[in-house]
C-alpha cells in the first residue's frame, strides 16, 4: 500500500518564521508534488520535481523554495512566512508514467499568525 | 480560461437517485484523465481513470469527449457515503514529467 506521510497536521507559525514542511514517499517514484488548496480556488501546484535534487516551478512558487536531497524526501520551505500562506498544503508522489496513480499525503493544515 | 473547468456544485439529490458531472479542459494535447475523490478535510484519491472508451465501475461510469473536450461521471443509485467533493484531473506535458491539472471540484451531497 502506497504511502505519502507528511511531518505535520497542522502547525501554527509567526509572520518571518521559517517553516519547513517534510514529505516522504515510500513507493520509489520520480515525481514528487507540493500543492496548495484553498476554498474556491482548488489545487494549486507550488512545486514539483521529476528526480533528485531537480525542481520545477509549478503556477505559483513565489515565498517558497523545494528540497529534493533523497529520492523519497521532499521538503517545502517557506523562507518568510506571511498571513497569505496560510493553507492547507498537500505533498504527492506519482510513478514516471502518462497515466499513473498519483497520492496524496493527508495535508498540512499551517496557521501564519 | 482555466485549463479545468468545473461547476461547483453542490448538488443535492436523494439517495438512489442517478447524478452527473461534467467537466471541461482546454488542451487538446491532454493523454490522460481521472477522477479523484475528496471527503471533507482528507486528501484527495483516485476513483476513476477515464479511457477513451468509456469504463464502468460498479455505480460509476466515466466518460471522454475528445471532441468537445469534456470528460463526465455518472454516479447511479446514490448512496450517503458518496457525498464528497469529485475533482476532475487532466494531464499535461510540462517539464521533466506530466503536470496533473485539477479542477476545483463538484460538492454533492446525498440526502435521506
Known amino acids: 500500500d502506497v504511502k505519502v506521510t507528511q511531518s505535520s497536521r497542522y502547525l501554527v507559525k509567526r509572520t518571518g518564521e521559517k517553516v519547513f514542511l517534510e514529505c516522504v514517499q515510500d513507493?520509489?517514484?520520480?515525481?514528487m508534488f507540493w500543492y496548495r488548496q484553498d476554498p474556491g480556488l482548488g489545487l494549486r501546484l507550488i512545486y514539483f520535481?521529476?528526480?533528485?535534487?531537480?525542481?520545477e516551478k509549478g503556477d505559483i512558487p513565489e515565498g517558497y523554495s523545494v528540497s529534493r536531497e533523497k529520492k523519497e524526501r521532499f521538503s517545502l520551505i517557506l523562507e518568510s512566512a506571511s498571513t497569505n500562506q496560510t493553507s492547507m498544503y498537500l505533498c504527492?508522489?506519482?510513478?514516471?508514467?502518462?497515466?499513473?496513480?498519483?497520492?496524496f499525503g493527508p495535508g498540512t493544515r499551517l496557521l501564519v499568525l | 480560461r482555466k485549463e479545468v473547468e468545473q461547476d461547483p456544485g453542490p448538488f443535492n439529490v436523494p439517495e438512489g437517485a442517478t447524478v452527473a458531472f461534467n467537466c471541461t479542459y482546454s488542451?487538446?494535447?491532454?493523454?490522460?484523465f481521472f477522477w479523484y475523490r475528496q471527503d471533507c478535510r482528507k486528501e484527495p484519491k483516485l476513483l476513476m481513470s477515464?479511457?477513451?472508451s468509456g469504463n464502468e465501475d460498479g455505480r460509476f461510469t466515466a466518460q471522454l469527449n475528445r471532441a468537445s473536450q469534456y470528460i463526465s461521471l455518472l454516479i447511479r443509485d446514490s448512496k450517503l457515503s458518496d457525498s464528497a467533493t469529485y475533482l476532475c484531473?487532466?494531464?499535461?506535458?510540462?517539464?521533466?514529467?506530466?503536470?496533473?491539472?485539477f479542477g476545483t471540484g463538484t460538492r454533492l451531497k446525498v440526502l435521506a
Open positions: 488542451n487538446s494535447a491532454s493523454q490522460s
Open positions: 513507493m520509489d517514484h520520480e515525481n
Open positions: 477515464v479511457y477513451s
Open positions: 484531473v487532466v494531464n499535461s506535458r510540462g517539464s521533466g514529467t506530466y503536470k496533473y491539472i
Open positions: 504527492a508522489s506519482r510513478g514516471a508514467g502518462a497515466q499513473e496513480t498519483q497520492y
Open positions: 520535481s521529476y528526480d533528485v535534487k531537480m525542481k
